[in-house]
């Protein structure tokens, strides 16, 4: 059985009496009003910490950092929502007319060295898909056939550093520069 179930992993693992070491927080993100289209690529911004991309539709899309604090509210928080427009302000100073619709926190697992967990849980039979943060929706197709050979075969070489004994061993893998936001 695998279990990768974004934010909540830690509640389901608890129900099986699995701690993990992984922490729930609300990742800001809002979308605006209709804009005639004039942006066709993501821009994202490791300097003032902001991602924008304009749906077909037209609206904006944002997002920045995450809540520091664990919750696993959905919703936005105000100084999180002021500093993500403030940046993209500066990347583009006609947003400062924009107008916001919108705004929530998803939630997303983070592990202490910012890297996935993709191994064996210390329950048989269950194999965990976690800990991804905010890059987990960039790393979808790579993951999700490492997690699959690993669910088939027992073993995947590519998960072999994920696993959860790096925590114990002190073997951590150092991604928080990788998505060029310190999330």
Known sequence: MGLAAAGHTTTLADKVGVRLPIQSHPLQALVSELYEQFLNCVVMSGAVHVYVSQADKGELVMGAGMDTFNSYAQRGSVHIVERMLA???ELFPVFARMRVLRTWGGIVDVSPDASP????????????????????????????????????????????????????????IDEHGAAAVAH
Do not use: H
């Open 117 to 172: 967990i993709i191994d064996r849980a210390p329950v048989d039979g269950l194999f965990l898909n976690c800990g991804w943060g905010t890059g987990g929706f960039k790393a979808t197709p790579g993951s999700g056939w490492t997690y699959a050979e690993l669910i088939a075969t027992g073993e995947s070489v590519l998960a072999r550093p994920y696993g959860l004994d790096r925590f114990t061993t002190g073997a951590l």
């Open 87 to 89: 940046a993209a302000v």
